[in-house]
């Protein structure tokens, strides 16, 4: 596997700091031979061991400290050797090594306190920003969204005063309610999902074992029974009773709005056909179940495909509403420590239809 340029940086800025501690250390070990036999001079040449001590506690925090324990007792035991024990002042040499220690400690401490800080004012700031774009993406979906459900509703109520009284108007007064039912359906289902989000937004997700058998059926159910007017037929394949995954009650809005994309967006006037895939796998040593919800519909072009689940991608798909429910399935699976993808179902054409992915860790 591939190193990420990140890894690279960081692997070679670990070996600079090695390398250079090692040279400091040279240094600091050459002073002390070189200030004792030569200049026999005991006490300038140590500060120079302040500059691998600092450096060493402020790159490795406590890990640090190696290199000042080490330098106090190389030169405690090199100046209690090389000096003649009349001449020997070893409670001086031990109170010098000590100072090493003590500089060490406090730089490591106060290093970890600033590197702590950081963190929190870089989550605090992290927050903030994800606390400032959900404000954003609810005023959107209200602002956008049901501005757009509400301005056809009154569209249609417009149209439906001026036809009621023409007898030979009954088929248009049919098409105008069916109409109202579809955007009052849509109004009905953002309202849901929002409130769905919110509740992941305030709350942490507690997960459990859930069997998925009786929960996708109904998924299934509820897509078909949605669009009436349509013919849909859902295939679920590899489905047993005793599959179970880590998730909660939201579970279901998972296959609820993946299933409801896979016939909402399907040109096909004769029969909506949806193909569910239930498989599992191991990836990275860690055991999921696989849904892979196969589309015959218009597909997902390839500059679309990473940005489909975000609620800031391209204008013609959001004002189709696209967008809410896959958001909301892509932040409930990213709760479930999970997965999910669009590919093309038919390699390198995506307007044969989508595959849609959803990998969630299996429960064992």
């Known amino acids: 596997m591939m190193r990420s340029d990140d890894e690279i940086i960081i692997r070679d800025q670990r070996k600079a700091k090695i390398s250079v501690?090692?040279?400091?250390?040279?240094?600091?070990?050459?002073?002390?031979?070189?200030?004792h036999f030569i200049f026999k001079i005991e006490i300038i040449f140590t500060h120079f061991f302040y500059i691998p001590i600092i450096l060493s506690c402020f790159w490795w925090k406590k890990k640090g400290l190696v290199v000042p324990i080490f330098l106090a007792v190389f030169y405690i035991s090199f100046a209690s050797w090389a000096?003649?024990?009349?001449?020997?002042?070893?409670?001086?040499?031990?109170?010098r090594g000590l100072i090493f220690l003590l500089i060490g400690v406090v730089i490591s401490l106060?290093?970890?306190?600033?590197?702590?800080i950081q963190e929190v004012l870089k989550g605090s700031e992290e927050k903030y920003r994800e606390a400032y774009n959900l404000v954003n993406f609810y005023q959107d979906l209200f602002a956008h969204d049901m501005n757009n459900i509400l301005q056809a509703i009154i569209s249609s109520a417009e149209f439906y005063s001026m036809f009621r009284n023409d007898p030979k108007n009954l088929k248009d007064l049919g098409d105008i309610a069916e109409?109202?039912?579809?955007h009052a359906r849509r109004g009905a289902s953002l309202i849901s999902?929002?409130?769905?989000?919110?509740?992941?937004?305030?709350?942490?997700?507690?997960?459990?074992?859930?069997?998925?058998l009786n929960i996708l059926n109904q998924s299934v159910e509820h897509a078909v029974s949605g669009f009436q007017e349509r013919k849909v037929k859902i295939d679920v394949n590899g489905l047993s009773k005793d599959m179970k995954v880590l998730g909660d009650e939201l579970l279901i809005d998972i296959f609820d709005n993946v299933l409801s994309n896979a016939v909402k967006?399907?040109?096909?006037?004769?029969?909506?056909?949806?193909?569910?895939n239930v498989s599992k796998i191991i990836e990275n040593d860690t055991q999921y179940i696989e849904f892979k919800f196969s589309d015959y519909g218009m597909g997902v072009p390839d500059d679309k495909k990473g940005t489909l689940f975000k609620r800031s991608y391209t204008e013609d798909?959001?004002?189709?509403?696209?967008?809410?429910?896959?958001?909301?399935?892509?932040?409930?699976?990213?709760?479930?420590?999970?997965?999910?993808?669009v590919e093309d179902r038919v390699k390198g054409d995506y307007t044969k239809g989508s595959n849609f992915i959803v990998m969630l860790k299996e429960a064992l």
């Open 265 to 276: 967006y399907n040109d096909n006037e004769e029969e909506v056909k949806v193909e569910v």
């Open 193 to 212: 999902n929002v409130r769905i989000l919110s509740k992941l937004d305030e709350k942490e997700v507690v997960l459990n074992p859930i069997e998925i």
């Open 110 to 116: 106060l290093t970890e306190k600033i590197f702590k």
């Open 21 to 35: 501690m090692i040279v400091l250390l040279f240094i600091s070990c050459f002073l002390t031979y070189f200030f």
């Open 317 to 341: 798909i959001s004002k189709r509403g696209m967008g809410m429910g896959l958001s909301l399935v892509k932040k409930i699976v990213d709760k479930y420590e999970g997965r999910i993808w």
């Open 83 to 95: 000096v003649s024990f009349e001449e020997m002042h070893f409670i001086e040499h031990t109170l």
């Open 179 to 182: 109409v109202v039912k579809k």
